[in-house]
């Protein structure tokens, strides 16, 4: 079996990456994950100035996933933009990172994006309109008319390949409205989904939450998500127009994890909790057990078989 899989015109090894916000804050860590099987990578989602995130400990992890409040800690949009830009000139790997994007407000996004736009970067843009964990900020993707809002500006402007990345939703109601609103604009894909946001971890035996950021709150990531992200993954497969790719995300930890995301509808996969515990060399073991699961089925490519769930 062969992992090959081409997205948005680009050709990569395999589907896998790095969510967002793991692995993914210093140019060292992004050197390691160029220097890994992943197919492709992305920046931690970054804002116009650096910022330190919230006070620690903001990420443990559980038996079942993880819990994190981490308060968008990034070294500042430059910084990001100076690594992607040399690394489209340096490396012809075909592994050229994403560029993720968290502005606090709507004029921050849009005042980034048009940075964005008048740089030498020709790679691929994540809009974040899902990050749960700054005090004071709702998740941008839970506010219709301000997603709405945006993404008319952007597009205003915008030339260059742009996903957006969602938050879960639970409703019926909410994939329809939603996916009605992103089908009205020249998005290149959807990533479902992020941390699902304020959970709250308790730890019987001390009697207290985990992480200190907002009481203890924070965004649930791992095991406890998967159902929820194969949900959005396959609601938005099935309600977007089909030149809107989608990138599955939430609780692939296994080959197996991996094979359901792509059955669902997922062109690229991304690793956030299992990539946290495991370290880069989570992609090898996927991309070898997602092997394992095509061949024992009988698929020679993902083609074969991306969005082919069968419903009774
Ligand atoms: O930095 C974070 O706290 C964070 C972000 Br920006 C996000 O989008 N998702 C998440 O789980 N954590």
């Known amino acids: 079996?062969?992992?090959?899989?081409?997205?948005?015109?680009?050709?990569?090894?395999?589907?896998?990456?790095?969510?967002?916000?793991?692995?993914?804050?210093?140019?060292?860590?992004?050197?390691?994950?160029?220097?890994?099987?992943?197919?492709?990578?992305?920046?931690?989602?970054?804002?116009?100035?650096?910022?330190?995130?919230?006070?620690?400990?903001?990420?443990?992890?559980?038996?079942?996933?993880?819990?994190?409040?981490?308060?968008?800690?990034?070294?500042?949009?430059?910084?990001?933009?100076?690594?992607?830009?040399?690394?489209?000139?340096?490396?012809?790997?075909?592994?050229a990172p994403f560029f993720s994007v968290a502005g606090m407000?709507?004029?921050?996004?849009?005042?980034?994006?048009?940075?964005?736009?008048?740089?030498?970067?020709?790679?691929?843009?994540?809009?974040?309109?899902?990050?749960?964990?700054?005090?004071?900020?709702?998740?941008?993707?839970?506010?219709?008319?301000?997603?709405?809002?945006?993404?008319?500006?952007?597009?205003?402007?915008?030339?260059?390949?742009?996903?957006?990345?969602?938050?879960?939703y639970f409703d019926f109601a909410h994939f329809d409205i939603v996916a009605n609103i992103l089908n009205k604009f020249p998005l290149a894909y959807v990533n479902c989904v992020n941390s699902v946001g304020n959970g709250l971890y308790v730890d019987a035996a001390s009697e207290s939450v985990v992480i200190k950021p907002k009481n203890g709150f924070g965004g649930i990531g791992g095991d406890y998500i998967k159902p929820t992200a194969l949900a959005n993954v396959r609601a938005f497969y099935t309600r977007l127009n089909p030149t809107i790719k989608v990138i599955g995300t939430g609780g692939i930890a296994s080959g197996q994890d991996a094979f359901e995301h792509l059955l669902c509808g997922a062109t690229m996969l991304q690793v956030g909790t299992a990539l946290y515990e495991e370290g880069i060399s989570v992609f090898e073991r996927l991309e070898k057990e997602l092997k394992e699961v095509m061949t024992q089925k009988g698929y020679k490519t993902i083609e074969e078989f991306r969005g082919q769930l069968r419903t009774l």
């Open 105 to 168: 407000s709507r004029d921050e996004n849009i005042n980034i994006l048009k940075i964005i736009q008048r740089s030498d970067f020709q790679g691929v843009t994540e809009l974040n309109l899902s990050c749960p964990n700054v005090p004071g900020k709702p998740q941008v993707g839970y506010d219709f008319q301000m997603t709405e809002q945006i993404l008319t500006q952007v597009f205003e402007f915008f030339r260059k390949p742009l996903g957006v990345k969602l938050p879960p």
């Open 1 to 95: 079996a062969v992992l090959k899989t081409e997205f948005l015109g680009q050709k990569y090894e395999n589907p896998f990456m790095n969510a967002s916000g793991v692995h993914c804050l210093t140019v060292n860590e992004l050197d390691e994950l160029k220097r890994s099987k992943a197919g492709a990578f992305i920046t931690k989602s970054a804002t116009t100035l650096e910022r330190a995130g919230n006070p620690e400990p903001r990420y443990y992890a559980t038996a079942l996933g993880s819990i994190n409040s981490m308060g968008l800690p990034n070294k500042g949009f430059q910084y990001y933009l100076d690594y992607v830009v040399d690394y489209q000139k340096n490396d012809s790997d075909g592994k």
